[in-house]
């Protein structure tokens, strides 16, 4: 089955403890896609570049079999561009200029081919922007969406009006607690239910992430990494890699879920352990297995 | 098989944003003595208190039926008191006072028939006497001990003598970190194994607890509380539940430890549910295998 992931692609800057790396390819849309491509399905990205953006980048993409019909170039606009800086222990991410260059005013069409897309993942973004989205297209089996504490704080009426529409919404702790004002997770997230979700993801970065429907509770380990080089897109790496799980296997039930959180925290944990999706290039299916089963392991009692 | 706790007697003044209590019953030793007597076994308890001790504190730990051989008083002497203030989300914790008085100085004396119990929980404490408890001890089958920043900050070569001669290490992800300088929970606690204990478990509050040894990785899940009175004493009934199930099981395995540690975090959960041990007073067996059974659904995928 596809998926069809609607986010940003932008050139990043990002600077850690130990290097600082320029204008390397990222954005919420690369990661989840990239995370998306590794289990079978065909993944397509709607998104937006300038004419700045580097063939070599497109040619990773395309390397993973993504779908680029989507893509828009603005042959007169230059990429968003983004730098953050990471403290010694990654918790804490200083965001050190925001370009948004051609991302301002866009206004995403859905090829026609991508409308009965049945696995929709809108990464972080306007609300009125990944509502649009959903309006054009037709029916699709899961809507699933991302989004951050600008859009709590600048685009409530937005954010709610979307929330009525998807059926899983994946947002960070601290998301949560904004959102809800409750500093109790599990109450949050029952909080968020009625918002019109039926599933809500919380994400908690190091300690793995919960999932929380009406009648379920279901609580997915991180995996564990040693050496940390870039935490920059694990997020929308861990949900390109539940959407991507999911349309492999056709499923939503909720075993097919608890197995896409673990794969989705897999193919995080991998993202990790480099910058930009240079450790994504080298990832080989084998190795997402073997720590797909070394987790299993993690959690038996 | 038997139990001996070792750790403090407290009258407590906790501070929550909703309500506060003066003089309660706490203490490590009591929290983790009462978490251990859930479990089919002999609770021994070594600690000290002063006159002014009530004996409805007493009547409560008997009714657990904790031996109180080892619990000396000193009758010109005053309970250790100890006071905190939590916050909204109840993450941090202010100590409003301490008042050591006859903890101050003591110097606990093993009664014969407690030297040869096989399991040893030496809660947080100074190193110096925690060591001198194994001292007297005949080669118990599992020595587990906590410690906190207080020790690690001002008696490091006693803490690291210490280490050499425990089975297991219970500390705080804080915690670790401050020993090891290492803001990675694994590499920290990889380190923490080359100071002795064949196994570290680091307690991580709502995100649950992992553990670590030469050759396994358990990640053991926390129940999900939506009300929290007062998490006074969490460690130590985690810490106390996990040694109260094993010694109930006579079995130190790899296995019986993860199992332990979620009887730990059941426990754990319950007690943070009021204060002092208030919901201790009242919980049935029944109720704490029916969260054990829940968290083996919240974590299977």
Redesign the interface.
Known sequence: MAVLVVGTVTLDTVETPSRRVEDVLGGSGVYAAIAASFFRNTVQLIGVVGADFPQTYTDILQTHGIDLQGLERVEDGKTFRWGGRYT???NVRDTLFTELNVIEGFQPVLPETYKDTPYLFLANNAPALQLSIIEQTKNPKLIVCDTMDFWINEERAALEALLARVDVLILNDSEARLLTGD?????AA?TILRYGPERVIVK?G???A?SITESS?????AY?????ADPTGAGDSFAGGMMGYLASVEDTSE?AI??A??YGAVVASFNIEDFSINRQKRVQFSEISSRYQ???E????
């Open positions: 010694e222990d990654f500093t109790n997770l599990v109450r029952e908690k190091e300690h793995g919960i509770y279901f609580n997915a380990p564990p990494i040693k050496q940390v075993e608890r197995s959180m673990v070394e987790l299993q993690a959690v038996r009692f």
